[in-house]
């Protein structure tokens, strides 16, 4: 069964950092590429950067330059490493991954960035 869990997530100052990791289980983490999004309350969900699984890499232009994707191979993990962090960044982050038709979702971890 295809599960993704997020962690990482809390509250941090504007300026700070925070990284999130994506756990992937069900036997697709080599096979599929893995992408973060976010979503900040009355908006629509926003795509924030995906890895895939050749390991090419693509960033919102909102998080070029100060967010990283980067994958773990050892422990089937992707993290989103977050520097800079600004109180428009404030937001429920969550990976997904899409494989065999099907878009499976992690549970999602609050970010909150204080100004």
């Known amino acids: 069964q295809v599960q993704l869990v997020e962690s990482g997530g809390g509250l941090v100052q504007a300026g700070g950092s925070l990284r999130l990791s994506c756990v992937v289980s069900?036997?697709?983490?080599?096979?599929?590429?893995v992408g973060w999004y976010r979503q900040a309350p009355e908006n629509e969900r926003e795509f924030v950067g995906r890895?895939?699984?050749?390991?090419?890499?693509y960033y919102a232009d909102s998080v070029k330059g100060r967010f990283t994707i980067s994958r773990d191979n050892a422990k089937n993990t992707v993290s989103l490493q977050m520097n800079s962090l600004k109180p428009e960044d404030t937001a429920v982050y969550s990976c997904?991954?899409?494989?065999?038709?099907?878009?499976?979702w992690g549970q999602g971890t609050q970010v909150t960035v204080s100004s």
């Open positions: 890895i895939t699984s050749a390991g090419s890499i």
């Open positions: 069900g036997g697709i983490y080599s096979r599929s590429g």
């Open positions: 997904h991954a899409q494989w065999d038709g099907r878009d499976y």
